[in-house]
């Protein structure tokens, strides 16, 4: 998308303003249900601003735009925004206004701000209507799209057809699951829920679809009561033996937009539970003006955070493939180098995408590959362009963030290679965001420990050198399902959700250097327990991921013992677990690799 386009469509939003009196509107990164990525329908930030990050949020006032984004866009939102009369505004920099204090500054008294409620949480709407205070007296429409006017050639809404998840892989059937949330239900008080989060329906109900790109899931809403069970979908995506499924176990299916329709015709004496986070604005207002509700973390969201042991089984395995697939990438790419074959950032990510195809169980990628060189490096969510992509040659750092969606689990692994010779000051990075990975993998804790407290284990490396990073450590991680999952998180942000035994979570802490490199290592680690004492239960993190750090990237003067300790142990799972998979010379590869570091 070119300037000229942008500088268009925000003049053409503008004069829907005028048309609608409307002084100010918000325009989202989300759809109704609260996804990190979105149909190509719902992408109507990017659509209007050409900033691709799948995080953000555009305002737009009759003679100004603003976008919102935060740290691990910063570099890239800059790029897309160049030249265009959009002003970046950096989330969480000190001496950047917020939302709420930008529009204060701009609009006048009385002024109407306008945003589509379906396309918000009732949080953040409820946080924007803070601003409707004495001094501003501001106004609010929830019911308006004005995108709706100008795209003309928007995209339809998603109908790709579902499918029935196994129970060999699930390891629970639905009629478990929905007995387990009906315990909960009860428990909270509560005899319905609303179900908004695609993730959530999908695990629930053992199906898997392909209505949003990387994540395995279909539009749809869910009505749950301590009877019966209702899906609201596109009912053309269900095939015979789909349909088959749904009438045997009860779930009875009505079209997608019959849920607000739906929700007039209940009992009124229901008492609801529903997530204020990912409930939509819309939903969550009629519910809460028409029937008994308590909010907080979805409990679909709490049951499915925590593995069960055939799903833990099926991941281990889900690793093995995605652990040959990477391992067969990166012999490749030092061969590749070695014979000076031409290799760009997108011709990487194609063919780390092909290896991953040739696995059993794979079924798609779990989001498209960041393959960054040198200063793209630096760019957290990079995503390689005809125009930016660079040629892998010479030295400097290679980082590749990739993953796969497989029938026995979801991937997300990140490793930074080395391309020849490093600078002092990468060898020095790329070690020190070693240091910080193993710290938090070879940390033991007590029950209870939040996220928060992990955060700094991982980051004691870096801050003791006065560096860190604009992202969170760790993020859940779905059961094929979605590559970023929650509500559990290790992350600066405060989370009341405690880490527990059956969680998986990612551990990758980063250095960036703008216009240098970047570096990022990353592994998927599940919550085991480490035995107790007189002081309670103890918790530790295993690695599910299984590929070699790059040892000529390291500087083995900067690690202690025990880290090396940890690395070797690491590295010895990885060639016992895969080298029985590979052929000779890879396997030969892998070995050289994986070799045992003196102390």
Not at 309 to 328: P, R, Y
Not at 401 to 409: A, E
Request: net charge positive; glycine share 6%; aromatic share 10%.
């Amino acid at each position: 998308m070119n300037n000229k386009d942008t500088n268009s469509k925000i003049a053409d939003l503008q004069q829907q303003l005028d048309t609608y009196n409307i002084d100010a509107c918000i325009i989202s990164s989300s759809d109704p249900h609260g996804s990190e990525y979105i149909s190509a329908h719902w992408q109507c930030r990017q659509w209007l601003s050409g900033f691709t990050g799948s995080a953000g949020t555009l305002v737009v006032t009759k003679t100004k735009a603003a976008l919102w984004t935060d740290g691990r866009y910063f570099i890239q939102a800059e790029a897309e925004l160049k030249n265009t009369n959009i002003k970046l505004v950096k989330q969480g920099i000190a001496d950047s206004l917020d939302i709420n204090n930008w529009l204060t500054k701009e609009l006048k008294p009385n002024s109407t701000i306008g945003l589509d409620g379906t396309t918000f949480s009732y949080n953040t709407v409820k946080n924007f209507m803070a601003l409707a205070n004495k001094q501003t007296a501001f106004k609010f429409n929830t019911s308006i799209d004005l995108t709706t006017n100008i795209w003309l050639d928007r995209p339809k809404l998603p109908a790709n057809k579902v499918f029935i998840h196994d129970t060999k892989f699930s390891g629970k059937t639905y009629k478990q699951k929905i007995s387990s949330l009906r315990k909960k239900l009860k428990q909270l008080n509560c005899n319905a829920s609303l179900i908004a989060s695609l993730d959530e329906i999908a695990w629930l109900v053992n199906m898997r679809g392909a209505d949003i790109q990387h994540n395995p899931v279909f539009l749809s809403y869910a009505f749950v009561s301590l009877t019966e069970t209702i899906i609201f979908a596109n009912k053309n995506i269900f095939g015979k033996q789909e349909l088959k499924y749904l009438q045997e176990n009860k779930i009875l299916l009505l079209e997608y937009n019959a849920v607000f329709e739906f929700l007039k015709t209940i009992d009124s004496k229901h008492t609801f539970f529903i997530d204020n986070n990912t409930t939509n604005y819309t939903l969550y207002t009629y519910i809460k003006n028409n029937y008994k509700h308590e909010s907080g973390i979805s409990p679909v969201a709490e049951l499915k955070a925590i593995k069960n042991n055939v799903e833990i089984k099926q991941m281990q395995l889900c690793h093995i493939e995605d652990g040959i697939a990477v391992v067969k990438f990166m012999f490749w790419l030092q061969q590749e180098l070695r014979n000076n074959k031409k290799v760009t950032e997108i011709t990487a990510g194609d063919y780390i995408t092909a290896t991953r195809q040739k696995m059993n169980n794979f079924v798609t990628t779990s989001f498209p590959p960041i393959v960054a060189y040198k200063e793209n490096g630096a760019i957290c969510h990079y995503q390689a362009t005809a125009k930016s992509s660079k040629v892998i040659k010479g030295n400097g750092l290679l980082l590749i963030d990739s993953g796969g969606q497989y029938l026995t689990g979801t991937t997300d692994i990140t490793r930074a290679i080395a391309c020849s010779k490093l600078t002092t000051e990468e060898q020095n990075d790329y070690t020190l965001v070693l240091k910080s990975h193993i710290a938090l993998a070879s940390f033991i804790f007590p029950k209870d420990t939040l996220g928060i407290q992990l955060d700094a284990i991982a980051r004691g490396s870096l801050w003791r050198n006065k560096i860190n990073f604009n992202h969170g450590t760790g993020h859940g991680v779905g059961f094929f399902l979605c590559v970023h999952e929650g509500p559990q998180s290790i992350s600066p942000r405060y989370n009341k959700t405690t880490i527990k035994p059956g969680m998986v979570i990612t551990n990758e802490p980063g250095i960036y250097r703008d216009m240098k490199h970047g570096v990022r290592l990353e592994n998927i680690m599940l919550v085991v327990k480490a035995g107790d004492s007189e002081f309670g239960d103890f918790y530790k993190l295993e690695p599910l991921t299984l590929a070699p750090f790059d040892k000529q990237a390291i500087n083995f003067a900067m690690l202690d013992t025990s880290e090396i300790t940890w690395l070797n142990s690491y590295h010895d799972k990885v060639y016992r677990k895969l080298n029985n998979h590979l052929d000779p010379e890879t396997r030969n590869w892998l070995r050289e690799q994986t070799s045992k570091v003196e102390t």
